[in-house]
Each structure stands twice: as C-alpha cells, then as structure tokens.
C-alpha cells in the first residue's frame, strides 16, 4: 500500500471487485466484496459544491482487504461551518490532489462493477455521479449504480425498527460500535462497515434462507437517487 501526505492510496490490483459477469444471486455475500465508502463535501449540493475527502476500503467476509483514502482540493473554499463540523480545514486541502485525478485512482480502485455500500450513500453515489461527468469521465459511470449499492441507514431501518434516530452514529451505538472521530472519511467508512456485517450476521441468524449477495438486495430493495 503506497503512502500519501494525503491518505493511503492502495496499490493497483490490491482488492478486485466483482466480475460484471457475476450475477449477484450467484455471489454468496462471505464472498462478495465490498466497498464502503464516504465523501466529506464543501456542502449538500453535488453540482455546485465540492468534495474534500474519500475513503473507500474493501472487505470480504467482514475482513479488510483494500484500501484508497486521500484529501482532495475542492473547487470552492471550505465554509467555516464545514470546517468545525469536519475538522478538515483550507489548509489541510491546499495542495492535496485536483478531483479528476482522485475520480480515475478511486474508479480504478473500486473495479468494474463494485458492490458499494454507505450510510445514506445515495447521496454520495449521487455525488460521485455528478462530478464523474463534470470531470469527463462518463465512461465510469457505469461503476457508480444505485441498483448495486446497499445502504446501512436503510437496512437499519429495516433491521432495527425501533431506534429513535437511524442517524450513522445512533444506529453505531445500538450495535455496540464506537465512532471516535465522526465525519471524517475513513471512521464513517469503518463504521459503516461495521453496521453492515453486524446487521448482516442477525439477518442471516434470522432467516438462514438469506445467503447471496441478491437475497440482501431483495430484502433492501433497490436504492433511488437522492
């Protein structure tokens, strides 16, 4: 794994994403792998804001196997809000790497047709989507789809009707999981990875029907755009 001053940027070829040709009721889900991800943004609006920070890391059967995180210069200053809520300051972005670039090391790094997984994380495919084609880099459009994305929120919702809140850090604390540095890339990714296994293993303690990639799928449903 190579080093950065501004985050670890995995070797190419470390962890392969599924094969397009592989058919997600095929792929039993301790064989899948997947990848989390979480964008720290400028703001809410994917077409005018921009994206500060991604981690994305890769897991099968629960283990890590891959890793890609780095700061990014945003198009636009980091508003002072942005800047307590998140810790990542003007300064800290100054010099990091341009977008495009980050776009073709991250879709590089995600494979052909990945299993991406998030909390809300339709905002961040969404994200990914749009400044993809800003960038012009429409031919890796086809590796940000809604139709193979989970969702920790939703599946929480789902999992764990009774919660109060199925904010990341709530639906963390009722599985017993930790988040010491929220909204920071890299700690929402773990965290999000740790909601996903954990709700995975009591879905599949539930119902022992439950065992590929597409069984998850069904019970999820198919995401929406944001």
Do not use: W
Not at 102 to 131: Q, W, Y
Not at 145 to 150: D, Q
């Amino acid at each position: 794994m190579q080093q950065s001053l501004f985050g670890s940027l995995a070797a190419p070829g470390t962890a392969t994403a599924e094969s397009p040709a592989q058919p997600l009721g095929n792929l039993l889900l301790e064989d899948a792998v997947f990848t989390v991800l979480d964008l720290e943004t400028t703001g809410l609006n994917a077409k005018k804001n921009g994206i500060t920070e991604v981690t994305a890391i890769q897991f099968r059967n629960g283990v890590e196997i891959g890793k890609y995180s780095t700061l990014i210069k945003p198009t636009e200053a980091i508003p002072e809000e942005v800047e307590l809520l998140t810790g990542i300051t003007n300064d800290m972005v100054r010099n990091a790497p341009a977008l495009v670039m980050v776009l073709s090391e991250l879709s590089g790094f995600i494979g052909e047709s990945p299993i991406i997984v998030g909390h809300n994380v339709s905002f961040d495919i969404g994200f990914l989507r749009e400044k993809v084609s800003q960038n012009g880099l429409d031919v890796f459009l086809e590796r940000y789809k809604y139709s193979r994305a989970f969702c920790t929120k939703v599946l929480a919702q789902k999992a764990l009707p009774s919660l109060p809140s199925y904010e990341g850090i709530m639906v963390a604390t009722a599985i017993g999981y930790h988040n010491d540095n929220p909204h920071r890339a890299e700690a929402d990714v773990r965290m999000s990875a740790a909601i996903l296994f954990e709700l995975m293993n009591r879905l599949k303690a539930e119902n022992p029907a439950m065992k590929t990639t597409q069984d998850l799928l069904d019970y999820q449903g198919v995401l929406s755009e944001r």
